[in-house]
T-cell receptor, first 113, second 115 residues
Framework: EAQVTQNPRYLITVTGKKLTVTCSQNMNHEYMSWYRQDPGLGLRQIYYSMNVEVTDKGDVPEGYKVSRKEKRNFPLILESPSPNQTSLYFC????????????FGPGTRLTVL | DQQVKQNSPSLSVQEGRISILNCDYTNSMFDYFLWYKKYPAEGPTFLISISSIKDKNEDGRFTVFLNKSAKHLSLHIVPSQPGDSAVYFCAASARYTGANSKLTFGKGITLSVRP
């Protein structure tokens, strides 16, 4: 089954404790992206990757890091989480030569105390 | 500055009637538009799209209309069903103008279909 998976689905942590949210897709997509969803703000892009070893900032990259060492994986790293990073996070992927529809993972709800 | 705007946060319609969800954009470089549907505790799922060379695209009960001169698009759902109750996001990309696959999303609108 074609899918984007994220882990963990739910996470409660404390300020300053480094964490990683994993994202994996099995569709051989070149493009992967991270979004956060906040009430009244919709979906905002954090980082994206056009292919292996190619990453770039989205609209709200502050406080986040990413890496793309393999085509299927695109982890999101919070080196020192803060309460304003409490949010619902989605990973998505698509083919760069495709019709533009992105496939989304199920989401990770993060709470930073 | 928000480039994709969904100005109505919510919409409630009766089952069987038409739902019209509106979206406006400001960036003239956008040439491809998509609608996503999101249920609670799930990721957004693609619903329907339209290229800027068209003014209408239909898929079953869902039709998207694009008015380029007004920079406005709308999603029509006919007839509306209770299972359509969800958050709907409008998204846009500059797909044919050399930009990457980036999607810019609106804030979303919550549709409630009353039985």
């Amino acid at each position: 089954e074609a899918q984007v998976t994220q882990n963990p689905r739910y996470l409660i942590t404390v300020t300053g404790k480094k964490l990683t949210v994993t994202c994996s897709q099995n569709m051989n997509h070149e493009y992967m992206s991270w979004y956060r969803q906040d009430p009244g703000l919709g979906l905002r892009q954090i980082y994206y990757s056009m292919n292996v070893e190619v990453t770039d900032k989205g609209d709200v990259p502050e406080g986040y890091k990413v890496s793309r060492k393999e085509k299927r994986n695109f982890p999101l790293i919070l080196e020192s989480p803060s309460p304003n990073q409490t949010s619902l996070y989605f990973c998505a992927s698509t083919r760069t030569s495709g019709t533009g529809e992105q496939f989304f993972g199920p989401g990770t709800r993060l709470t930073v105390l | 500055d928000q480039q994709v705007k969904q100005n109505s946060p919510s919409l409630s319609v009766q089952e069987g009637r038409i739902s019209i969800l509106n979206c406006d954009y400001t960036n003239s470089m956008f040439d491809y538009f998509l609608w996503y549907k999101k249920y609670p505790a799930e990721g957004p799922t693609f619903l329907i799209s339209i290229s800027s060379i068209k003014d209408k695209n239909e898929d079953g009960r869902f039709t998207v209309f694009l008015n380029k001169s007004a920079k406005h698009l709308s999603l029509h759902i006919v007839p509306s069903q209770p299972g359509d109750s969800a958050v709907y996001f409008c998204a846009a990309s500059a797909r044919y103008t050399g930009a990457n696959s980036k999607l810019t999303f609106g804030k979303g609108i919550t549709l409630s279909v009353r039985p």
